[in-house]
């Protein structure tokens, strides 16, 4: 399975936009990229998807480089709320193998 | 929204007691999950179910087993439960009828086995 790869952890201010970058260079051509955030106490929950274009939705947004090696999650304007464990994992288009590391760990400071 | 619920907050079992753990959800989905999470592992996958009474292994079934009688409800069985069992159970569902469909998870169960 393709892995990806994402600092231990980052430090935002509140209100600031964050970039959470995500290293995945043996991504194949039928792998999406998914974004998921793990807030305490409870199970991870859906940010993100693409394949090879740039992503909105209103939560985030997801940048995608143009050889698929690498994508940014990008939070336009932190909040408190925010802070949380995000893990980038890749999923082939036909499966559903979805692998996850141990992700970024976000803190937000007020 | 679809809702995953899973039947306990908290568990605290003894060495060699078979446990249940339940995983319900509302959105007719094909595909559940179940997870274990440990401290700096992530999410490794036990066990999933593409449809009823269909199960297939993960990375580490060891230990477990699952049932899959209804379409709405994926049970995770630990036949003797042991110490290294103790972990934060996370169960998932996808929808296959749409390709590469995101995952959805109930908010878990931390099981301490003593």
């Known amino acids: 399975d393709a892995k990806t790869t994402q600092p231990n952890s980052m430090e935002s201010n509140e209100e600031e936009p964050v970039h959470l970058p995500c290293n995945h260079s043996?991504?194949?051509?039928?792998?999406?990229i998914h974004w998921y955030r793990q807030l305490p106490s409870q199970g991870p929950e859906y940010v993100i998807h693409g394949l090879t274009s740039n992503v909105n939705n209103r939560m985030a947004s997801l940048a995608i480089a143009e050889d698929r090696k690498s994508s940014t999650l990008i939070l336009h304007r932190a909040t408190l709320r925010d802070a949380a464990v995000y893990y980038c994992?890749?999923?082939?288009?036909?499966?559903?193998?979805?692998?996850f590391g141990p992700g970024t760990r976000l803190s937000v400071l007020p | 929204d679809v809702k995953v619920t899973q039947s306990s907050r908290y568990l605290v079992k003894r060495t060699g007691e078979k446990v249940f753990l339940e995983c319900v959800q509302d959105m007719d989905h094909e595909n559940m999950f179940w997870y274990r999470q440990d401290p700096g592992l992530g999410l490794r996958l036990i066990y999933f179910s593409y449809d009823v009474k269909m199960k297939e292994k993960g990375d580490i079934p060891e230990g477990y087993s699952v049932s899959r009688e209804k379409k709405e409800r994926f049970s995770l069985i630990l036949e003797s439960a042991s110490t290294n069992q103790t972990s934060m159970y996370l169960c998932a569902t996808t929808d296959s009828r749409s390709t590469n469909e995101k995952l959805f998870f109930g908010s878990g169960t931390q099981l301490s086995v003593l």
């Open positions: 043996t991504i194949s051509g039928t792998d999406y």
């Open positions: 994992i890749l999923s082939p288009d036909y499966g559903q193998n979805f692998v």
